[in-house]
C-alpha cells in the first residue's frame, strides 16, 4: 500500500497563515500612524494654545515711588506686573524707563513716559490693564558709613602707627562723607601727611563698592600722645659733658610740648650741653652735640696722608673740634698751619 501526501490541504492552510500575518501587519502599521497624527495634533494645538495665553490677562500697576539701583530705570523696578506667562512677564519688565537717579538721589518720571514706551512696543497687548500715576519718584537705592564706624577706623589707625603709646583721640571731623550704591564697602588708608603723630591729625581714606571706587574720605582729629622724654635731673651748665647720672625719664604729652623732644637716652649721654638745662628741663635736639675730642691749645698728633705715603708730625690745635669735624692745625716742626679733620681725640688727619 502506498501513502500519497495531500498537497492541496497543506498549501490552503499556508496561505491562510499568511494572510493572518499581513493582517497583523497592517493593524500595527495603522495604530502607530494614529498615535503618531495624535502626538503632532496634541503639540501643535498645545503650542497654539501657548502663543494665544502668552499675554492672555496681563495687569501691570505701576507705583508712585519706587527705589532702584544700577544705571537705568527698568519697569520691573517700579512696577508690579501679573498674569500672561513668566517669560512675557520678564520681557516687560526689562523695559527701559531712562537714567537711574545717583545714590540717595530723587528722581521723577512722567507717567505719559511710561504709557509712551508701553505703547510703542508692537507685541505689547491693546487689552492689557494698566495703571499709571501722573508722576513716579525714584530714589537710587543707597547705604552710608556712620560717623561712628569712621571715628573707630581713626582711633585703630592712630593706634598702629604710634606703636604703643598712650593716646587720647579728640575733636573727631569727618569730610567728604556721602551716600554709596549697594555692595560691600571697602576702606584704604592713603596716609596722614606726616611722619611723627602728635596734636592735628587728617586721615584720607580710599573708598570702593563693590570694587568700584567712589572717591575718599578724610577724617581729622586731635591726639595727645604720651611718651617717655628724657629730662634733666639736676642744673646743668653750658659745656656739660651729659652722663648717666644727669638724666632720667618722665612721662609728657608731646603732643603740647616743644618740638624736637628726645625719647631715646642714648643721644643725650655722652653729648655736650650748648646751652644751661634747668632741673626736671626735656633735652631738645638743638641744645646737644658731639663733644670735642681737640681743644684749642691742646698738643695733637698730624697724620698727613697720600695714595702711596702717610707721615705723621706733631702740631697745635688752634681750635677745638669734634669726630669729623674740620679744625685748623700748627705743624710744630714747620711752623705752618693747615686745615685737617679730627679722627680722634688728639688726632687729625690731613689729606694732601
Not at 530705570?73 to 520678564?90: C, D, K, M, P, Y
Not at 581729622?220 to 651729659?242: F, I, P
Not at 681725640?345 to 690731613?350: K, S
Amino acid at each position: 500500500m502506498f501513502f500519497k501526501p495531500n498537497h492541496g490541504i497543506r498549501n490552503k492552510s499556508t496561505a491562510r497563515k499568511n494572510r493572518g500575518v499581513w493582517a497583523l501587519v497592517r493593524g500595527w502599521c495603522l495604530a502607530f500612524f494614529c498615535l503618531l497624527l495624535l502626538f503632532t495634533t496634541n503639540n501643535t494645538l498645545a503650542e497654539n494654545s501657548e502663543s494665544v495665553s502668552e499675554d492672555a490677562g496681563v495687569s501691570i500697576t505701576v507705583l508712585s515711588e519706587a527705589q532702584v539701583s544700577g544705571e537705568r530705570i527698568l519697569l520691573g523696578q517700579v512696577a508690579e506686573i501679573s498674569g500672561a506667562t513668566q517669560a512675557f512677564r520678564n520681557k516687560i519688565m526689562a523695559l527701559d524707563l531712562g537714567a537711574a537717579p545717583q545714590p540717595g538721589k530723587e528722581r521723577r518720571v512722567p507717567g505719559r513716559t511710561i504709557a509712551s514706551t508701553l505703547g510703542s512696543c508692537e507685541w505689547f497687548p491693546t487689552d492689557a490693564r494698566t495703571t499709571i500715576p501722573d508722576w513716579v519718584i525714584v530714589k537710587g537705592a543707597s547705604q552710608t558709613i556712620s560717623e561712628a564706624s569712621l571715628e573707630e577706623v581713626f582711633k585703630t589707625y592712630i593706634d598702629h602707627q604710634t606703636g604703643g603709646d598712650e593716646t587720647l583721640v579728640s575733636r573727631v571731623n569727618v569730610r567728604g562723607l556721602k551716600p554709596l550704591p549697594p555692595g560691600e564697602i571697602v576702606l584704604m588708608p592713603l596716609g596722614h601727611g606726616g611722619d611723627y603723630i602728635k596734636g592735628n591729625i587728617t586721615l584720607r581714606l580710599g573708598v570702593t563698592v563693590a570694587g568700584e571706587d567712589q572717591g575718599q574720605v578724610s577724617i581729622s582729629g586731635w591726639v595727645d600722645r604720651y611718651v617717655q622724654a628724657v629730662c634733666a635731673t639736676h642744673s646743668v651748665q653750658r659745656g656739660g659733658v651729659l652722663t648717666t647720672g644727669d638724666i632720667y625719664l618722665k612721662r609728657i604729652n608731646v603732643s603740647k610740648a616743644p618740638n624736637r623732644i628726645v625719647f631715646d637716652p642714648n643721644r643725650v649721654v655722652g653729648k655736650q650741653l650748648k646751652s644751661r638745662v634747668r632741673t626736671g628741663e626735656c633735652f631738645k635736639e638743638h641744645m646737644l652735640k658731639e663733644p670735642p675730642l681737640v681743644e684749642k691749645g691742646d698738643r695733637v698728633k698730624i697724620v698727613a696722608r697720600s695714595d702711596r705715603l702717610s707721615v705723621t708730625t706733631m702740631g697745635i690745635a688752634k681750635a677745638d673740634g669734634a669726630r669729623g669735624e674740620q679744625v685748623r692745625v700748627e705743624n710744630a716742626v714747620s711752623e705752618k698751619t693747615v686745615v685737617g679733620r679730627v679722627l680722634d681725640r688728639g688726632i687729625v688727619e690731613v689729606l694732601f
